[in-house]
């Protein structure tokens, strides 16, 4: 059973920086991995992915400030920087494999406050 566990949130001030790390497990062979993020009362929306050849994908509103990283084939990770208060949601961890199935971390609260 293909099982994603994330690690890495927390609260942060403004400004601040924050790095998620996620590892995939269950024998899968891995294509793409990433980040989404869902705020209260809004959609889940894409943050970072990479693949397994490195070609990475950012959301408009993250480029620049967040970097995703394939660590491992099963290993990725989103180091945050320049955080904002509109960075704040639940985000969760996601795979893509090779066959084309979906999987989802079942997520990490990231606070920005002062």
């Known amino acids: 059973q293909v099982q994603l566990v994330e690690s890495g949130g927390g609260l942060v001030q403004p400004g601040g920086s924050l790095r998620l790390s996620c590892t995939a497990s269950g024998g899968i062979f891995v294509a793409t991995m990433g980040w989404y993020r869902q705020a209260p009362g809004k959609e889940r929306e894409l943050v970072a992915t990479?693949?397994?050849?490195?070609?990475t994908s950012y959301a408009d509103s993250v480029q620049g400030r967040f970097a995703v990283s394939r660590e491992t084939i099963t290993t990725v990770a989103l180091q945050m920087d320049s955080l904002k208060p509109e960075d704040t949601a639940i985000y969760y961890c996601?795979?893509?494999?090779?066959?084309?199935?979906?999987?989802w971390g079942q997520g990490t609260q990231v606070t920005v406050s002062s």
């Open positions: 996601y795979m893509r494999n090779v066959l084309g199935s979906e999987y």
């Open positions: 990479t693949t397994k050849s490195g070609t």
